[in-house]
């Protein structure tokens, strides 16, 4: 274990030295994911918000326009999609840190796996269904 | 394996709360609270693509009081973990990680969370749509 993180002796580039490690041998993507999905929300956010301040009593009609209209399609489907991945990350990182059965922690995490799944796909199916049943 | 010297968590009952350990299980609190506001917004997005009435149904379930007070609750845990998001990622890259610089980073922190929602609400109100 020591000469693993020997720099004096060892060849391997810092990166490869961490790949892998952790009892899933993934953790080094689950962090740099979740930071990239972080980075990538912030504009995200501000924007979404902006949008929402005049929406907040639109009529169908206008949520209709306004998902159809093309960089906005593009926007919240990429907003939607990273957020939840991201809270995907995030509340796995939760549930590994506080639940300590493997059984139960097994089932919450493969629960909410296919829930972050059925989430991601009914979104999906949303915006198509708003750009090509109500978009004209 | 025993004779290791590791670190202890703190004991939370006789831990003193500071801002800096407040702030750090808030982020987590309200990562929690948008992920699971993730639901709603899914399901008003879902709502347009289902017609006028399942969506004039659920915009008033949102503008209703109850909604509303939600609705801020939301928007001030999107600004917290927002801002709060931001600090991490500065500590991710090695920076203000002494004692002074994040107590600092902390309050601008809150400040900017409040100042944001208060702007965001202000926004609304000012374009007319509340």
Redesign the interface.
């Known amino acids: 274990m020591k000469r693993l993180f020997n720099k004096d002796t060892s060849y391997r580039s810092h990166l490869g030295q961490v790949r892998n490690l952790g009892s899933s041998h993934n953790g080094t993507h689950h962090f740099i994911t979740q930071?990239l999905t972080?980075?990538a929300?912030?504009p995200l956010?501000f924007w979404f918000?902006?949008c929402?301040?005049?929406?907040?009593?639109?009529?169908?009609?206008e949520?209709?326009e306004w998902?159809n209209y093309p960089p906005n399609t593009v926007l919240f489907s990429i907003l939607?999609l990273v957020?939840?991945h991201h809270?995907?990350l995030?509340?796995q990182m939760?549930v590994e840190d506080y639940i300590h059965t493997s059984v139960m922690k097994a089932l919450i995490t493969v629960g909410m796996k296919f829930f972050m799944i059925a989430?991601t796909i009914?979104?999906v199916?949303?915006?198509f269904?708003?750009i090509f049943?109500?978009g004209g | 394996m025993a004779t290791h010297k590791r670190p202890l968590s703190p004991h939370l009952g006789i831990y003193k709360p500071q801002l800096t350990s407040l702030m750090s299980i808030l982020h987590?609190a309200t990562?929690?609270v948008?992920?699971v506001g993730?639901?709603p917004?899914?399901y008003w997005?879902?709502s347009?693509?289902l017609?006028?009435e399942a969506?004039?149904r659920v915009?008033n379930i949102i503008?209703s009081p109850i909604g509303l007070v939600f609705l801020f609750a939301w928007?001030f845990a999107?600004f917290y973990h927002?801002c709060n998001?931001?600090r991490?990622?500065g500590w991710?890259a090695g920076m203000g990680f002494d004692i002074k610089t994040a107590y600092t980073t902390g309050y601008l922190v809150w400040g900017a969370a409040f100042a944001l929602t208060a702007g965001?609400w202000l926004?609304?109100i000012m374009?007319g749509?509340?």
Do not use: N
Not at chain 1, 52 to 61: E, P, R
């Open positions: 930071r972080a980075i929300l912030i956010v918000v902006c929402l301040t005049s929406m907040a009593t639109a009529t169908h009609a949520a209709v998902v939607i957020s939840i809270a995907h995030g509340l939760v989430l009914a979104s199916i949303a915006i269904r708003i049943v109500f | 987590r990562g929690v948008l992920a993730l639901l917004l899914t997005l879902y347009i693509s017609g006028p969506y004039e915009q503008g928007s999107l927002l998001g931001i991490h990622l991710d965001a926004l609304a374009r749509t509340l």
